[in-house]
């Protein structure tokens, strides 16, 4: 069946199981990630290759029904309370590429994924990924990760043996394989989050830095994660060729950051914010403002609304509540964001619009809470994409424009 002709009971369902994923994460990582660490071995038997050849070891590709090919209409939710349907299409002719690296979410009963997509991986893609299918031609590659089960082990004090350099050579085999049946010198943009982020910086720095490739990197979205820059400067880090993106006219260059609310800072046992070289920061790149200072958020946020950690109903997005049926919601005016570097570390700081005497909502939903608490040190991690991802959609189709400008001046 194509992923297109889900139900709208269906869809709902694979919400809530994408939530309670999300949880699942935030408890393994709070209490495991570092038992995990220390338990983590390379593996002494080689694993078998992947074979990217097979349409089953990818979950969107070009021309397909499916993982991408999903419903993404959104619900404008003006401030006034004004509700407008804005449709979406994917552009079958779109002429750049993307490939994308999904954050860490199988729910798999092993230590690493298997390569069989499950509600979780589909779930990801349509929040994450598809909505770039107007911009490029979409390649995101089932891959063996780190599982949410490695980390509950963790939790429970019975570490189990990962490895590590699984997904990432999985990955690294179906660029490869990308590279040789479907680029076709086309301009490329990676995308990833958490997990994702950290495979493609690695990919990035072994396969595509300094290398007669780079000419084909738009750009690179490392979302949700700490990449390495020095003090002052925008390469010489994670990359030695690769520089931060300053402009939508920039290309090859990277757009990274990990966001916080503005008035909660990263707490000193911060997850994200910050690297261990004290001669470095966290790349720290605004979306909403490539420039520097503070912009507007063109967020997609989950229709659903319901709080992360939380079993209360979902709040209504306007007042009174009306009822919305699309999957996504869009909320002009509501969120900004800056880029912010002090004491307590480089992240992209996010500010809420609310206005009580207006009938929309005046906040949003995506900290971490576990046992009704907020964890601050995780910040806005689970929505890093969502809160910015009008923004890199728009940022995609600009590089493209300029790449390909330049491309016809050779």
């Avoid at 004090?157 to 085999?173: E, F, I, S």
């Avoid at 000419?215 to 820059?229: C, D, F, H, K, M």
């Avoid at 920061?281 to 958020?297: E, F, H, R």
Wanted: charged share 20%.
């Amino acid at each position: 069946m194509g992923y297109v002709d889900i139900q709208e009971h269906e869809r709902k369902n694979m919400l809530r199981r994408f939530i309670i994923i999300a949880l699942a994460l935030v408890a393994g990582l709070a209490a495991g990630e570092k038992c995990l660490a220390q338990s983590t071995t390379p593996s002494t038997t080689a694993a078998a290759k992947n074979d990217y050849n097979k349409a089953e070891t990818w979950l969107c590709r070009p021309g397909r029904q499916d993982a991408c090919a999903v419903d993404l209409t959104t619900t404008v939710v003006q401030a006034n309370g004004k509700l407008t349907t804005e449709k979406w299409s994917p552009n079958p002719k779109a002429p750049i590429d993307c490939f994308y690296v999904y954050p860490t979410v199988s729910n798999d009963a092993t230590p690493n994924s298997d390569m069989n997509a499950g509600a979780e991986e589909l779930a990801v893609i349509r929040a994450h990924f598809a909505r770039f299918g107007s911009q490029c031609r979409v390649f995101a590659p089932l891959y063996r990760q780190v599982t949410l089960t490695a980390l509950r082990a963790g939790i429970a004090g019975r570490p189990v043996t990962v490895d590590r350099a699984l997904g990432y050579n999985d990955v690294v085999d179906a660029w490869k394989h990308y590279l040789e049946h479907d680029n076709q010198g086309r301009g490329v943009v990676l995308i990833g989050h958490s997990q994702g982020s950290g495979v493609l910086t690695q990919l990035i720095r072994n396969e595509i830095d300094g290398k007669p490739v780079q000419e084909r990197l738009i750009s690179a979205l490392l979302l949700g994660t700490n990449l390495p820059v020095p003090k002052g400067k925008d390469v010489g880090g994670a990359f030695q060729n690769v520089p931060l993106c300053r402009s939508a006219s920039q290309t090859g260059c990277v757009i990274a950051y990990a966001t916080f609310r503005d008035n909660v800072p990263p707490p000193a046992n911060s997850r994200f914010g910050r690297v261990a070289n004290k001669e470095m920061v966290a790349a720290c790149v605004n979306p909403a403002a490539l420039g520097g200072g503070s912009g507007a958020l063109h967020a997609y946020l989950a229709a659903a609304g319901r709080s992360l950690g939380s079993s209360s109903e979902p709040r209504p997005w306007v007042t009174p509540a009306q009822t919305i049926s699309t999957p996504f919601v869009s909320v002009p005016g509501l969120l900004t964001a800056e880029c912010v570097s002090n004491e307590s570390g480089s992240y992209l700081a996010v500010k809420v619009h609310g206005d009580a005497k207006d009938p929309r909502v005046d906040d949003i939903v995506g900290d971490v809470v576990t046992g009704g608490q907020v964890q601050a040190d995780w910040g806005l991690h689970l929505i890093d994409v969502h809160v910015a991802m009008g923004n890199l959609v728009e940022i995609v189709g600009q590089q493209a424009k300029a790449y390909l400008a330049k491309q016809k001046k050779k």
